[in-house]
């Protein structure tokens, strides 16, 4: 009944983009011909059908109402998602060694991303108005990076952005993706945004990861704090930030697979989900297992509008030049290279990890410029700042003096 009401609006009031927002699952089978019909009408006319048209096809009769299609598409998709969760609760009683699998897709089916559109690409209003909001906000329309420097580099996150980092073992790839989860939260605290930050780990445990980012809120030594050696004047600060503190961060580190860590982002509908070694959420170590790992990482940014920020491995013996990495030192080039919208290759040459410095070349930006930023790191404070930084064609005359054949006057190499 409410397909006929929903469909009575649409055609009255000629308003086709409501039409193309319902998807097929939101209506039960015995209805879905209807809409499919007169979807496929328009696609082929231009128009909508008259009412008689669609009542004389289906021998039906399109129940008059005065609602907005808004409304009835709104009551579509509540029907929809109490079938879902009825439906789950019977087959987790008939199948209870599944209710657990059975329930997680029932969620991520539930929290379906019913606010897609077909965009009308002559709607120039709407983009003028994407325009101004950019303009204001120095390129970035989704979320800030919190990091000035990223910023700069990527315009900030977008809502659909896979961006990868690969560093070889014990570089720090846990350290920067925690210091970009902190810049983020700082962000929302800021701004006063109310949303969450889903850090999933698969390299350490939730009590490891929480106190790393407390050594990096108190500013204190990590190593000190896990051994429970701070000085007294360390610990005061230590409790009283502990007291009363605001964080978005929730951490996960039990997962199995691609499809948990959906199930997570379906409850949570974070601003921005970080996955601390997304290779071990694949079946084995091929590269096409984990192609497929990094393709639905993907698909899910795109499908849920939550950019994701992945770390993954080198190629061993990667990432040790003083100059820069390359986007062929992922160990799993083909998956991870291939699907990322922002690729960072972290590197540090002997020297360099004597002063506790790490570089990190932006290798694969789709936007901006080829990055190259070096950090400086203070361990018994636990902080972090940029000492160097160089972009395009300042990476082009470095390469150049340190013998690459790569041609100085061709800049465009530099920005994949």
Not at 29 to 54: A, C, I, M
Not at 71 to 82: A, F, G, L, N, R
Request: proline share 1%.
């Amino acid at each position: 009944m409410i397909v006929e009401k929903f469909l009575f609006s649409v055609i009255s009031s000629g308003d086709k983009e409501v039409l193309f927002k319902v998807k097929d699952e939101f209506v039960p089978l015995k209805e879905r011909p209807y809409l499919e019909f007169v979807k496929d009408f328009y696609s082929k006319h231009n128009k909508l059908p008259d009412l008689d048209t669609v009542e004389d096809k289906f021998n039906i009769q399109l129940l008059d109402n005065t609602e907005t299609t808004d409304y009835w598409y709104s009551e579509i998709v509540d029907k929809y998602q109490e079938y879902v969760i009825e439906q789950a609760i019977i087959n987790s009683a008939k199948n209870k060694t599944k209710a657990l699998d059975i329930m997680q897709q029932a969620i991520v089916d539930y929290n379906v991303d019913v606010g897609g559109k077909i965009y009308d690409y002559s709607d120039g209003v709407r983009r003028i108005s994407e325009y101004d909001k950019r303009k204001g906000s120095g390129g970035i329309n989704y979320l800030s990076t919190g990091s000035d420097e990223l910023d700069s580099m990527s315009l900030g996150y977008k809502r659909a952005d896979l961006w990868t980092i690969g560093g070889r073992e014990g570089l720090g790839k846990t350290w920067y993706i925690l210091r970009m989860a902190e810049w983020l939260d700082q962000y929302l605290l800021d701004k006063r945004i109310n949303k969450s930050i889903l850090f999933v780990s698969g390299e350490m445990d939730a009590g490891e990861i929480e106190e790393r980012l407390d050594a990096i809120r108190c500013e204190i030594s990590y190593a000190k704090l896990s051994k429970g050696d701070l000085s007294a004047g360390e610990e005061r600060k230590y409790k009283r930030y502990l007291q009363g503190f605001e964080s978005n961060i929730r951490i996960v580190d039990s997962f199995d697979s691609i499809k948990d860590v959906e199930y997570y982002m379906g409850i949570y509908r974070p601003a921005l989900t970080f996955i601390d070694g997304s290779h071990l959420l694949s079946s084995s170590y091929d590269w096409t297992d984990i192609a497929k790992v990094t393709a639905s990482m993907k698909r899910m940014t795109r499908n849920n509008k939550i950019p994701i920020v992945n770390t993954t491995h080198l190629k061993a013996e990667r990432g040790k030049s003083a100059q820069g990495g390359d986007i062929d030192d992922f160990a799993y080039t083909k998956g991870y290279t291939r699907d990322s919208d922002i690729v960072g290759v972290m590197y540090a040459s002997d020297m360099m990890e004597l002063e506790n410095k790490v570089g990190f070349d932006w290798v694969k930006v789709r936007r901006g410029s080829r990055t190259q930023l070096i950090y400086q790191n203070d361990y018994d404070k636990c902080t972090t700042e940029v000492i160097e930084s160089k972009v395009g064609s300042q990476i082009a005359s470095a390469k150049i003096g340190g013998g690459s054949n790569r041609n100085k006057s061709d800049d465009t190499q530099l920005d994949y």
